[in-house]
């Protein structure tokens, strides 16, 4: 009997979404002992030893000791990742959050840096506390709204979220307040911005940027990059829209 099309892509989707390296005990989990720990601004890097050799991962802020047993969730492989925080590059790691036992978040860490994806993602399950630049849309912040940049490229964020289609690949100008950033993640500078403008209801009032340039929670900058759509950063890292490569300016 020939299995339907249907059912052969879907299994075929299912085998794709295993995670790459055999150190997963199951799907998009990693579980080991910690053999080492090392702490940065916001992130906490274990080396871990588990059923299937040595494997490095990153996870929000978290009071992690040698010796521990611990189950990361959502365990997500970046290759060739580099740390400048740590001035280091590592051949694989996996960027998640703790889930097992012994793993408790330490005072002041963010307990879920994504709540359950990367910055201002789709929710599709992706580290929920790797922060990886924001998993969830930053929370809208009481303020006043921000006069629209000038230009013809100029627009607010509500513009840039709700005309993302038209605006594909093209450059746009934003002036806006930042709510939340992550640094040095992928090599880049994750930043929320929020001009007064969208609804939080449907997420028009948040806009991912990714730059080399970064600023503090609170500047109001200009940003100027190129709009993406349907960007996937990985296994549950998906954003509907971002801007990419900006330069910010206070």
Known sequence: MNT?????GLTLAATLALPLAATAQQANTLQGEVLEVLNVDMYTYVRLKTASGEAWAAVTTAALNKGAKVTISNATP???FESKALKRRFERIYFGQIAGPGAKVAAGGPPSVMKGGMPGAMNTGM??????????PAPAIATTPVPKASGADARTVAEVVQGKAGLKDKTVLIRARV???NNGIMGKNWLHLQDGSGKA????????VTSKDTAAVGD?????GT????????PGYAYAV???DASVKK
């Open 78 to 80: 970046m290759d060739n």
């Open 179 to 181: 709510v939340k950033v």
């Open 127 to 136: 580290p929920g506390a790797m922060h990886m630049p924001g998993a969830s």
């Open 220 to 224: 109001i900058v200009t940003a100027r």
């Open 242 to 244: 971002l801007v990419e």
């Open 4 to 8: 339907p099309r249907w059912l052969a």
């Open 201 to 208: 209801q449907d997420g028009s009032n948040d806009l991912l």
């Open 227 to 234: 709009v993406r759509t349907d960007v996937s950063v990985g």
